[in-house]
């Protein structure tokens, strides 16, 4: 469900428009994405809308415009924007907040506070990102999908999309109606529409990518005085190549899988496990070894000793024990299971994959990072997100290993489970070096993650202007043999604009966000990267008031946005009526969860099911912002009980000193 609902009266605050503007640039994406909202109740409100991105995205600015008043976001320190915000909500004014989710890195949340009475409210968020690639019918497909969990079903969609790309394109489909423009190599797509449909995906099939493409970018002239940083161009390089993995591959695998058999995978979670198992048996070849370890509280193994070849007996073992398998190990420690298969010798000639099954809803989240990140030259882990899946855990734990992560659902179990085999069972080129030419280039990110056969690959690079950017990317494969790329520029592919420049820095901060070791030293690289690209990190946040010649007092009703995957919302620990309410939501949302999987079981829709479970989810993120208005009303109550009883003990006093004077008859003489 989308739209305002109010939490004390009920009710949406309907969203009735979306548009949104995008331009795309290879595999470089961003938009503005403008949300129409009307508060026509008769009392100011607080808003807190809260939405989620795909991991390679990042928000850049954002703009509210009410009752034709323009507020711009300024990006300040994360502290400093809500002690901003908070003053100006104290003064009567309007105020604009929006952060990053402290437990979800993919995660957004923004604050409207005082929103008048009977008023418009247009909101834009500016977000800039990276293309999937895909493989439709031997085609490389482009993938842009708009913001689908945004723009629901019925509501007026009216939208535009620029296709810059260095490729031939083939042909381009939309689960979206549009109609095509073409000039001077510009592809344009307009939409006008009410939308329809919960899938919003646009594919751009193209053709050729398997050697480097790069396109530069200069900042914009006019806003360089006073940004030294700024003052250096920034370049993408992205293909996705093809190489014979059998030409360059003599080393067998090891596959361990750990299978999440935690409380939170009861019912339909397990069953789809157990299916993806059976699946992925199906394919494995018999040269490989293998073992499987289930986790929870309590970690179990089929193999104790050692891994075994998946083939005779040992095979059947491993079908009966999936077979059997239940969700009957309690709660969720991942990091003791994945520090243990890293302890392992590995098999000599041997390269190994875990194969992680699991919804992600771990309880040592940043332990189970930092470990992977320190076994990276060791084991890869290819993860399936099955049920409810934090997608961001399930896709770092991938991507720190030089692994890849899928996530499975009953509709694309088969294909999803293929790609992952095929993944992992081929060799990536690793060790990824880019020697420049020219000095004082840098890339992003500074460790470079493998490479894989037809999948698509981006480094972005800083350079100071006038500087020659040709280079070599060279790789090694598992046999020896070393792989060379020319990185050559084009006067062809000069841009000037931002985007390039944000999803460098977004690259580095991604990075420094998800290190293992992250000190303060860290965090303040992050937030001058923040603050000099205008990006929303755990640093930092947008934070707009608006100034108004009469200031609004009045209590305000609490608005919140309903939308998909919502973030654990850290309370404060002396907010116990939060917490109370925070326990029971907890309760209500496991009696769903429950519920969901034995609706799966009957084959009910999944995504319509998880749709109201993630909504009833997500009034826990309205907690942290909404205490600061319960504070304020708790104040103002307190205030008036310490009033009377002050009266009354005065009124006591009185009486007591008028009786002792004057007796109880009150006749004094």
């Known amino acids: 469900m989308n739209g305002l609902s ?25 938009y503005d994405i403008k949300l129409y909202y009307r508060n026509d109740r008769p009392s100011p409100i607080e808003a807190i809308f809260g939405f989620g991105l795909p991991p390679s995205t990042g928000v850049c600015g954002f703009v509210a415009l009410i009752d034709g008043k323009k507020i711009v976001g300024e990006i300040q320190g994360k502290s400093k924007a ?54 439709k019918k031997g085609e490389a497909c482009m993938e842009f999908d708009f913001p689908h969990n945004l723009i629901p079903p019925g509501v007026s969609f009216t939208g535009s999309l620029d296709i810059r790309v260095s490729y031939p394109i083939l042909d381009i489909t939309s689960d979206l109606n549009f109609t095509k423009r073409s000039s001077d190599g510009l592809t344009s797509l307009d939409f006008n529409m009410t939308c329809t449909t919960a899938s919003t995906k646009t594919l751009i099939s193209i053709k050729g990518g398997e050697l480097p493409t790069m396109w530069m970018e200069k900042w914009p002239i006019d806003e360089i005085e006073g940004h030294p ?83 005779g007996i040992k095979k059947t073992s491993g079908l009966h024990h999936v077979a059997t398998m239940q969700a009957d190990l309690g709660g969720t420690n991942l990091s003791s299971p994945l520090q243990w298969i890293l302890n392992q010798p590995v098999r000599k000639n041997f390269s190994r994959q875990i194969f992680l099954l699991t919804d992600g809803q771990v309880d040592d989240r940043q332990e189970c990072v930092n470990i992977v990140r320190k076994s990276v030259a060791s084991t890869r882990i290819f993860t399936f997100g099955i ?86 990317l060279t790789a090694s494969a598992p046999n020896g043999i070393s792989v060379k790329f020319r990185l050559i520029p084009s006067s062809a592919r000069m841009l000037t604009g931002k985007v390039i420049h944000r999803l460098t820095a977004r690259a580095l ?60 919302t850290r309370i404060d620990s ?35 099911l998880m749709d109201h479970s993630h909504m009833l989810s997500d009034t826990r993120s309205q907690f942290k912002l909404s205490t600061r208005t319960l504070r304020r009303r708790l104040w103002w109550r307190n205030m008036r009980v310490v009033v009377g009883l002050a009266c009354c003990l005065l009124l006591l006093l009185i009486y007591i000193i008028v009786t002792a004077a004057c007796g109880f008859s009150w006749k004094c003489d």
């Open 6 to 30: 109010v939490k004390n009266f009920g009710g949406l605050l309907p969203l009735y428009r979306v548009h949104v503007t995008a331009e795309i640039v290879d595999f470089a994406v961003n």
């Open 82 to 135: 809500e002690e901003i915000y908070d003053d100006a909500l104290a003064s009567g004014k309007g105020a604009y907040l929006l952060s990053k989710s402290e437990t979800d890195p993919n995660r957004f949340e923004m604050s409207v506070g005082n929103f008048p009475p009977n008023s418009d409210a247009e909101i834009s968020i500016s977000v800039v990102g990276e293309l999937r690639l895909k493989h």
């Open 229 to 311: 940083c700024r003052k250096e161009s920034a370049a993408m390089i992205s293909f996705f190549p093809e190489f014979n993995s059998d030409q360059i591959s003599d080393v067998q695998s090891e596959v361990i899988f750990l299978i999440d058999r935690s409380g939170s995978m009861a019912g339909s979670p397990m069953a789809e496990v157990i299916k993806t198992m059976d699946q992925v048996f199906n394919i494995l070849p018999s040269t490989i070894y293998y073992n499987i370890i289930g986790f929870g509280s309590r970690m179990e193994t089929l193999f104790s000793d050692q891994s075994h070849p998946f083939k």
């Open 387 to 472: 049920g409810n899946v934090d997608r961001q855990l399930v896709s770092d734990l991938a991507k720190f290993s030089h692994g890849k992560s899928a996530l499975v659902t009953k509709v694309n179990m088969k294909d999803s489970v293929v790609k992952q085999v095929k993944r992992a069972m081929q060799p990536a080129l690793t060790d990824i070096q880019v020697e420049w030419e020219g000095s004082g280039i840098s890339h992003a990110p500074r460790v470079l993650p493998p490479i894989w056969n037809r999948e698509r690959y981006v480094v972005y690079a800083n350079f100071p202007e006038r500087t020659s950017l040709t280079g070599v």
């Open 509 to 568: 901060v991604h990075e420094m966000e998800n290190d293992s070791n992250v000190d303060t030293s860290n965090k303040d690289k992050i937030a001058q990267l923040g603050m000099a690209y205008a990006l929303v990190t755990t640093q930092t946040s947008f934070v707009g008031v608006e100034e108004r010649s009469d200031p609004i007092f009045e209590s305000m009703e609490l608005v919140t946005q309903m939308a998909p995957q919502p973030p654990a």
């Open 574 to 608: 002396n907010r116990s009526r939060a917490m109370i309410q925070l326990d029971a939501l907890d309760a209500v949302q496991s009696i769903m969860h429950q519920n969901i999987s034995l609706c799966l079981e009957r084959s009910d829709n999944i995504e319509s």
